[in-house]
């Protein structure tokens, strides 16, 4: 099956600090990725869908000045949490997309935490 | 507006069968997922439903009935492994996933 890796799985930083996590389609190009953020007890919220090449495309009530994704290959697509505060502290987790296939590909997270 | 609804918790022992039932109603459909979660990991895949019926993987069936805009799940002979949260989503009509909340699944002995 396709495989998607994420690096970090963890991370501690100081607030104020600014986090990259990468997310990586290891045996197929992804033309799309996803960035999802749950919080504890909670369902997966939808930050982002970014595109291969293209900017992407924030969710309601995400600040896309904080949260910069970027997607410059079909198998590396990034987010930077800029100014970390200890309420961006979550579990964030990236999937994948095949063009013109349905499923995504979940990578396997990356647990923020923001002192 | 969207919306996909599923129970918030259910109980079961270990052995016997269990539903988790998912009503939806988005904007366009183009098939439902179910996907397991353990708790602080990523969702896994468990089925894809397009086409109206019950598709069945081992322990595992899924059944869709899309002019009633549900759903359900249903896991036989439980394990204890099998306690998880199980998350619906519905592909609309671009394809992005619409995620219900999640049924966590408590399995006792």
């Known amino acids: 099956g396709a495989v998607v890796s994420q690096h970090p799985s963890w991370v501690i930083c100081k607030s104020g600090t600014s986090v990259k996590i990468e997310c990586r389609s290891l045996?197929?190009?992804?033309?799309?990725m996803f960035w999802y953020r749950q919080f504890p007890k909670q369902s997966l919220m939808l930050m982002a869908t970014?595109?291969?090449?293209?900017?992407?495309?924030?969710e309601q009530g995400v600040e896309k000045d904080k949260f910069l994704i970027n997607h410059a290959s079909l198998t590396l697509s990034t987010l930077t949490v800029t100014s970390a505060h200890p309420e961006d502290s979550s579990f964030y987790i990236c999937?994948?997309?095949?063009?013109?296939?349905?499923?995504?590909?979940f990578g396997p997270g990356t647990r923020l935490t923001v002192l | 507006g969207q919306n996909i609804d599923q129970p918030t918790e259910m109980t079961a022992t270990e052995g016997a069968i269990v539903q988790i039932n998912c009503t939806y109603q988005?904007?366009?459909?183009?098939?439902l997922f179910w996907y397991q979660q353990h708790a602080g990991e990523a969702p896994t895949f468990l089925s894809y439903?397009?086409l109206d019926g019950l598709e069945e993987k081992g322990r595992f069936s899924s059944f869709l009935s899309r002019s009633k805009g549900y759903s359900y799940l249903l896991l036989k002979e439980l394990q204890m492994k099998d306690s998880a949260s199980y998350l619906c989503?519905?592909?609309?009509?671009?394809?992005?996933?619409?995620w219900g909340a999640g049924t966590k699944l408590i399995i006792k002995p």
């Open positions: 988005t904007s366009g459909f183009n098939g």
């Open positions: 439903n397009v």
């Open positions: 045996d197929f190009q992804a033309t799309t």
């Open positions: 989503a519905v592909s609309d009509s671009n394809y992005q996933l619409i």
């Open positions: 970014s595109n291969e090449g293209s900017k992407a495309t924030y």
């Open positions: 999937s994948a997309r095949f063009t013109d296939y349905n499923e995504q590909f």
